[in-house]
């Protein structure tokens, strides 16, 4: 795993189960996947416990094989984020 990622989730900041959560999901990524998840986490760290809770939705949705309720998640996932950043500027 990427030794920034890793620095960040061990802040305090981070809640431990947002932490567990992120490090069981990221160990086996590629460097640039974990760069990717580092440099949003970076931008918006007090958003990745909303992160862990769309991730979870998206993997229950996955799990059950409901698209609509991914397609849904992942639309939801959008405006999330559009809304965040258009804060940021």
Same mark, same amino acid.
């Given at each position: 795993? !990427? %030794?920034?990622? =890793? ?10 189960? %947002? ?7 990221? $160990? ?8 990717? +998840? ?7 760290? %007090?958003? +990745? $416990?909303?992160?862990?809770? +769309?991730?979870?939705? *998206? ?8 698209? =609509?309720?991914? %397609? *849904?998640?992942?639309?939801?996932? +959008?405006?999330?984020? =559009? ?5 940021? !500027?």
């Amino acid at each position: 795993m !990427n %030794d920034n990622l =890793q620095k960040l989730l061990n802040r305090k900041e981070v809640s431990e189960e %947002d932490r567990a959560f992120w490090l069981s999901r990221l $160990g086996d990524l590629s460097p640039v996947a974990c760069e990717s +998840i580092l440099k949003l986490f970076e931008l918006l760290p %007090d958003q +990745i $416990g909303r992160f862990r809770i +769309i991730q979870e939705r *998206k993997e229950k949705a996955l799990a059950n094989e409901d698209h =609509q309720e991914w %397609d *849904k998640i992942v639309e939801e996932e +959008i405006h999330h984020l =559009q809304s965040l950043f258009s804060l940021k !500027n």
